[in-house]
C-alpha cells in the first residue's frame, strides 16, 4: 500500500492499530517527523 501524508507536527508519533493482538502481531511502528530544513521548530 502507498499513500501520500503531510505531516506538519515534529515529533515521534506512533503509526498503530488499536487491536492489541495486531499491535503484538507487528502492527506498530514510531514515525519520526523532523523539521524541514530552515523552518521553525
Known amino acids: ?3 501520500d501524508l503531510t ?6 508519533w506512533a503509526f498503530h ?3 492489541l493482538m495486531h499491535m503484538h502481531a507487528g502492527m506498530f511502528n514510531v514515525v ?3 523539521p524541514m530544513d530552515g ?3
Not at 7 to 12: L, V
Open 1 to 3: 500500500m502507498t499513500f
Open 7 to 12: 505531516a506538519d507536527a515534529p515529533g515521534d
Open 17 to 19: 492499530c488499536h487491536m
Open 32 to 34: 519520526t517527523v523532523r
Open 39 to 41: 523552518a521553525a521548530s
